[in-house]
C-alpha cells in the first residue's frame, strides 16, 4: 500500500508492508532513528510523534492511520538554522543526561507550547506524564519547558500544510467485514497492537480511521449519541459530555497517559471489555445502549448486557459498534474515582463511578456503577433503590454500604484481593454518599 503524509513540513510518499507501524516507517524509510523503540507497548514514550500536531506512540500506530495526515519528530524543531530555544531550555536547564528519552519530551512539550502559552506546573506534568526519564529527573525537564515557553523568539503556530485525507464511509467498512471472514476491526490500536506484539502475530485488520459517521458527539433528544471511534481525549474535553456525563469525562481523562488518550477510543474500550476499563462504569450509570450495525441490520443492546465476561462482548464477527447512545442526567452531583498504584499509565485496581439527586436532604435518584472489583463492572441495583426517598444520614449510608459489600461476596465469593479492595470500596462510598 501506498501512503502519503507531510513529514515535518514536506510532503512525502512510501509503499508500507501489511501492519507496518509508524515507528518502523519513519526509522527504516526515512532515516529518521530520533524516534527509538523502548518498550514497544505504549508505556515509555521514546517513540512518540505528534501526529497533526497531537503526541502518540508510534510504536502503535500503523502507518497506514497516517496517510493525509501531519507528522513530526524532533527534527521539525531545529529545521529552521540551529536548535529550538526549547532545545536549547532543555540545554541549559540540565534537562538532557543520556538523551533518550529526549526527543520525546520535547515534541510533547512542544505540542503543549503550541496550544497553551503559559502552562502551570501541573499542566506540564500532566503533559509529559506518557513520557518516562530515567537519569535526568523531571524537574529540571519540567523547569525547562517553563523556562522555553518564556523566550517568544519562536514560531508559535506550526503553518498548516494540505493534503488530502481520503475519507471512509460507515457502509465500507460494513461491506469489509461481510467480505473477509476473520478480520479483526482496528480502532486506536492500543489494545490490539500490544496483542499482536505480545502473540508476536499479524492479524487482518481492517481500519476504522477517518470516518467521520463514527467520530462524533451528538445530543438527540434526552440521549447523547457517541460515536465508537471518538478518542478519550475528546470524550474528557467534551462540552456536551462535561455538563451531562461528567463521571465519563472525567473517567476519560484518567486513562494511560495523554499519547494513549489521543489514541485510544471508546468503541475499543467497550469491545475489549477489560474488567477495569475506566468508561464502562460510567457509561453504566449512564444506561448507555451499543449500537451494532452490519450489512443492512441495526441492533441495540444494553452495555450491561453486551459485556458477557472479561474480555468478551456479545459482537458477532460482522457486526460493528457503531455509537453508544447514553443518557444526560440533569441536577445530579457526578464524578468518577479510579484507585491505581500511581497517577499516569495506571490500570484501575478499583473504581466508582457516582451521579447522585439529592433535595432537602433525600436521596431522589442514587446510581453507583462499580469497576474492576468482580469479574464484569455492574450497578447494585439494591442499594440504588433502597436509598430512593432515604435521609442523607449515617445510619442509611451505613446500611446502604453493607448491602453493596454483601452483594459483592454473594457475587463472586471472597477473593485473596478482597482483603484489600472492600475496605477501600467501603471508605470510598461512603465518602460518596456522605457527599
Ligand atoms: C500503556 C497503556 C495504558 C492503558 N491504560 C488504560 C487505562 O488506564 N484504562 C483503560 O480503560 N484502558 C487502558 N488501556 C487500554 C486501551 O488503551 C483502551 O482499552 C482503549 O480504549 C482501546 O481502544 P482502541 O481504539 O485503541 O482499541 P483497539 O486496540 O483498536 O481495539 C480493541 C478491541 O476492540 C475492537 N474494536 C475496536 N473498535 C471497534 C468497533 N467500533 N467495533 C467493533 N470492534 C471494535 C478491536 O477489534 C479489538 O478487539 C491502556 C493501554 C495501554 C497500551
Ligand atoms: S516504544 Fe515505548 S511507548 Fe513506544
Ligand atoms: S535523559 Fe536519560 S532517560 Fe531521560
Known amino acids: 500500500m501506498k501512503i502519503s503524509f507531510v513529514l515535518n513540513g514536506n510532503k512525502v510518499e512510501c509503499e508500507i508492508e501489511k501492519n507496518e507501524r509508524l515507528l518502523y516507517t519513519l526509522r527504516e524509510k526515512f532515516s529518521i532513528k530520533s524516534v527509538k523503540e523502548g518498550c514497544a507497548i505504549g508505556e515509555c514514550g521514546t517513540c512518540t510523534v505528534l501526529i497533526d500536531n497531537e503526541p502518540h506512540y508510534s510504536c502503535l500506530t500503523l502507518s497506514s492511520k497516517v496517510n493525509g495526515h501531519d507528522v513530526k519528530t524532533v527534527e521539525f524543531l531545529n529545521s529552521k538554522n540551529g536548535l529550538h530555544p526549547l532545545q536549547e531550555a532543555f540545554i541549559k536547564e540540565g534537562a538532557v543526561q543520556c538523551g533518550y528519552c529526549t526527543p520525546g519530551m520535547l515534541l510533547t512539550a512542544y505540542s503543549l507550547l503550541i496550544k497553551e502559552?503559559?502552562?502551570?506546573?501541573?499542566?506540564?506534568?500532566?503533559?509529559?506524564?506518557?513520557?518516562?526519564?530515567?537519569?535526568?529527573?523531571?524537574?529540571?525537564?519540567?523547569?525547562?519547558?517553563?523556562?522555553?515557553?518564556?523566550?517568544?523568539?519562536?514560531?508559535?503556530?506550526?503553518?498548516?500544510?494540505?493534503?488530502?485525507?481520503?475519507?471512509?464511509?460507515?457502509?465500507?467498512?460494513?461491506?469489509?467485514?461481510?467480505?473477509?471472514?476473520?478480520?479483526?476491526?482496528?480502532?486506536?490500536?492500543?489494545?490490539?497492537?500490544?496483542?499482536?506484539?505480545?502473540?508476536?502475530?499479524?492479524?487482518?485488520?481492517?481500519?476504522?480511521?477517518?470516518?467521520?459517521?463514527?467520530?462524533?458527539?451528538?445530543?438527540?433528544?434526552?440521549?447523547?449519541?457517541?460515536?465508537?471511534?471518538?478518542?478519550?481525549?475528546?470524550?474528557?474535553?467534551?462540552?456536551?459530555?462535561?455538563?451531562?456525563?461528567?463521571?465519563?469525562?472525567?473517567?476519560?481523562?484518567?486513562?494511560?497517559?495523554?499519547?494513549?488518550?489521543?489514541?485510544?477510543?471508546?468503541?475499543?474500550?467497550?469491545?475489549?471489555?477489560?474488567?477495569?476499563?475506566?468508561?464502562?462504569?460510567?457509561?453504566?450509570?449512564?444506561?448507555?445502549?451499543?449500537?451494532?450495525?452490519?450489512?443492512?441490520?441495526?441492533?441495540?443492546?444494553?452495555?450491561?448486557?453486551?459485556?458477557?465476561?472479561?474480555?468478551?462482548?456479545?459482537?458477532?464477527?460482522?457486526?460493528?459498534?457503531?455509537?453508544?447512545?447514553?443518557?444526560?442526567?440533569?441536577?445530579?452531583?457526578?464524578?468518577?474515582?479510579?484507585?491505581?498504584?500511581?497517577?499516569?499509565?495506571?490500570?484501575?485496581?478499583?473504581?466508582?463511578?457516582?451521579?447522585?439527586k439529592e433535595k432537602n436532604g433525600i436521596f431522589e435518584d442514587v446510581r453507583l456503577s462499580i469497576g474492576s472489583c468482580t469479574p464484569m463492572p455492574f450497578r447494585p441495583k439494591d442499594m440504588e433503590n433502597f436509598l430512593k426517598g432515604k435521609k442523607r444520614e449515617e445510619s442509611v449510608i451505613k446500611e446502604a454500604v453493607s448491602m453493596v459489600l454483601k452483594g459483592i461476596i454473594e457475587k463472586s465469593g471472597m477473593r485473596p484481593s478482597y482483603r484489600y479492595k472492600l475496605p477501600v470500596l467501603d471508605g470510598l462510598i461512603t465518602k460518596i454518599l456522605r457527599g
Open 117 to 356: 502559552k503559559n502552562p502551570d506546573i501541573n499542566k506540564i506534568k500532566e503533559a509529559i506524564s506518557g513520557n518516562l526519564c530515567r537519569c535526568t529527573g523531571y524537574k529540571q525537564i519540567v523547569d525547562a519547558i517553563k523556562a522555553a515557553h518564556s523566550n517568544k523568539n519562536w514560531d508559535i503556530i506550526p503553518k498548516k500544510q494540505e493534503i488530502e485525507v481520503l475519507k471512509k464511509k460507515k457502509e465500507d467498512i460494513l461491506k469489509a467485514l461481510t467480505e473477509n471472514k476473520g478480520y479483526k476491526v482496528i480502532a486506536g490500536g492500543t489494545d490490539l497492537l500490544v496483542k499482536e506484539r505480545k502473540e508476536e502475530r499479524k492479524y487482518n485488520y481492517i481500519e476504522l480511521s477517518n470516518i467521520d459517521d463514527l467520530n462524533m458527539i451528538k445530543e438527540e433528544g434526552d440521549r447523547i449519541l457517541i460515536g465508537a471511534t471518538v478518542t478519550h481525549t475528546d470524550l474528557n474535553k467534551n462540552e456536551i459530555i462535561n455538563k451531562k456525563a461528567k463521571s465519563l469525562a472525567i473517567a476519560c481523562g484518567t486513562i494511560g497517559s495523554p499519547q494513549i488518550r489521543n489514541m485510544g477510543t471508546i468503541g475499543g474500550n467497550l469491545v475489549n471489555a477489560s474488567p477495569a476499563a475506566d468508561s464502562i462504569p460510567p457509561l453504566l450509570i449512564h444506561d448507555a445502549i451499543c449500537v451494532l450495525e452490519s450489512l443492512g441490520r441495526i441492533k441495540e443492546i444494553p452495555l450491561s448486557d453486551f459485556i458477557v465476561a472479561p474480555y468478551k462482548t456479545s459482537i458477532e464477527e460482522n457486526e460493528l459498534l457503531s455509537c453508544i447512545k447514553i443518557t444526560g442526567l440533569y441536577g445530579y452531583e457526578e464524578g468518577y474515582e479510579k484507585v491505581a498504584k500511581r497517577a499516569s499509565l495506571a490500570i484501575a485496581r478499583l473504581s466508582v463511578a457516582w451521579a447522585i
